[in-house]
């Protein structure tokens, strides 16, 4: 994992904007999706973001792929992550992969996966 001491800190969550969801579904898929990277973190990290005031951003992504392709490139990079599945209850079919979470981390290894996406 990247040194994160000193470093401005954050958490980026993808969401995928090609599968219609309603507002309170996506709220609900990026909730899901930081509170799973967030168990992923180390505690140490963990403590550092929570202290630092918990900085997020919400992303959005085209398709299943370029979130399947952040999530490898997060794994590579050795940053936590996590990505949610729908269970189907609702709006979409079970197993839909909704979003993604990197982070906690420092700013500058989250951007360096996600700095090309444009807000949700």
Known sequence: MPDTRLATMKQAIVARADIGMGEGKLAAQVAHASLQAYEATDQSVRREWKGSGQKKIVLQAD??????????????????????????????????????????????????????????
């Open 63 to 120: 398709s299943e792929a370029e979130l399947f392709e952040l999530a490898e490139r997060a794994e590579v990079d050795g940053l936590p992550h996590a990505i949610v599945r729908d269970a189907g209850h609702t709006q979409l079919e079970p197993g839909t992969a909704t979003a993604l979470a990197i982070g906690p981390a420092a700013e500058t290894a989250i951007d360096a996966v996600t700095g090309h996406l444009s807000l949700y």
